[in-house]
């Protein structure tokens, strides 16, 4: 009863897991650019046909194994023959019997004889077949050998065939050379088996491009111009700051421009300054038209954002700024962050 429990409570954990990960993954996803969703839902369609066409692929060599294996042994001698054919030998014929020396099948190709024996093992062959077919071939005076098996062959096989005129088909082997046999014509695949690594391919690239274009639409830098008043009347200062959609505005140096404009607004009397005040918001607040609470909401000013100073009120709680919209009014100093020296050089504005 015990265990069951713990196994019920682990169950509701994985679950709540595996839902927690799938909604914050559709937040993440819900706010990419649409060439981003779309590059994304092609690359997991494509990964997902490739795997298809990956484990039908691994399904379709297990089959043909198990088929291969369940054949009898002249059966099996006879689907090498076949095999032997399609590739090109030609003069394939199959010996078998008694007194055969351990050759089941003799074949030619580019003017060479070959002796072919195949064992339908599970197991791994043995090295003394190899020693039989190499007997077999002095014997015989052919030229080459092949040792056929749906299993495989030991170490010591290998080491037996070395410097021997003797090839070694394991299972992974002959089923390749089956493969190539199809591919060649012999036997044709259904269109249902060849199309899943074309179009998994072929959109697997598609997705590829369009990463590419997604990288090319993300927004670029762009520049935004911010005014202050300078110590001539009828002229403006104008600020380069440079800011991205998506991060909050940083203030570069400015560059001093003058150029007359005539004044559409009226502004309070300031004192004469030298250097114009930038300043960074520390807190987000109000901005309004009086230095006090009951003045007017004008706009707002957000944390990170940078404002040109103006000046300051009589009793020095509160700012005159201009923010990044233009906007002119008063805000509280806290909501600032000024260094106490160019907080003392600020003209006294009255309101």
Not at 59 to 72: A, F, G, P, V
Not at 221 to 230: E, G, M, R, Y
Not at 279 to 296: I, K, Q, Y
Request: net charge positive; proline share 6%; aromatic share 8%.
């Amino acid at each position: 009863m015990f265990k069951r429990s713990r196994k019920r409570l682990v169950d509701d954990y994985v679950a709540r897991l595996i839902v927690v990960s799938l909604a914050l993954l559709w937040f993440s996803f819900s706010s990419l650019t649409i060439w981003w969703q779309v590059t994304i839902v092609t690359g997991i369609v494509s990964l997902f046909i490739l795997l298809f066409a990956l484990w039908n692929d691994y399904r379709q060599r297990s089959l043909r194994r198990k088929q291969l294996l369940e054949l009898s042994p002249a059966e099996f001698e006879e689907r090498v023959a076949q095999l032997l054919h399609d590739l090109g030998w030609q003069r394939v014929q199959i010996r078998g019997g008694s007194g055969d020396r351990g050759v089941d099948i003799t074949a030619e190709r580019n003017g060479q004889l070959y002796l072919v024996q195949c064992k339908r093992y599970t197991k791994p062959v043995r090295p003394n077949y190899v020693r039989d077919l190499v007997g077999a071939l002095h014997i015989q005076r052919a030229n080459q050998a092949i040792l056929v098996t749906t299993s495989g062959f030991t170490r010591q096989c290998y080491l037996e065939a070395k410097d021997q005129p003797v090839q070694l088909w394991d299972g992974r082997k002959l089923l390749h050379y089956i493969d190539i046999a199809e591919r060649r014509g012999a036997v044709r695949l259904p269109v249902w088996q060849q199309w899943p690594f074309l179009v998994g391919a072929t959109l697997l690239g598609v997705s590829l491009m369009l990463a590419g274009v997604a990288i090319l639409m993300e927004p670029a830098t762009q520049p935004v111009v911010t005014t202050q008043i300078s110590d001539q009347p009828n002229q403006h200062v104008l600020f380069d700051v440079h800011r991205t959609a998506t991060a909050e505005t940083i203030p570069a140096t400015p560059t001093v421009m003058r150029q007359d404009v005539q004044p559409t607004l009226s502004v309070p009397t300031v004192r004469p300054t030298d250097v114009p005040a930038l300043t960074t918001v520390f807190n987000g607040g109000n901005v309004r038209a009086a230095p006090n609470l009951r003045g007017t909401v004008l706009d707002q000013i957000h944390a990170g954002e940078s404002v040109t100073l103006l000046g300051r009120s009589p009793d020095g709680e509160w700012l005159r700024m201009i923010n990044l919209r233009q906007t002119e009014g008063w805000v509280h100093r806290s909501l600032l962050t000024i260094d106490p020296v160019v907080e003392a050089q600020l003209p006294v504005v009255e309101p």
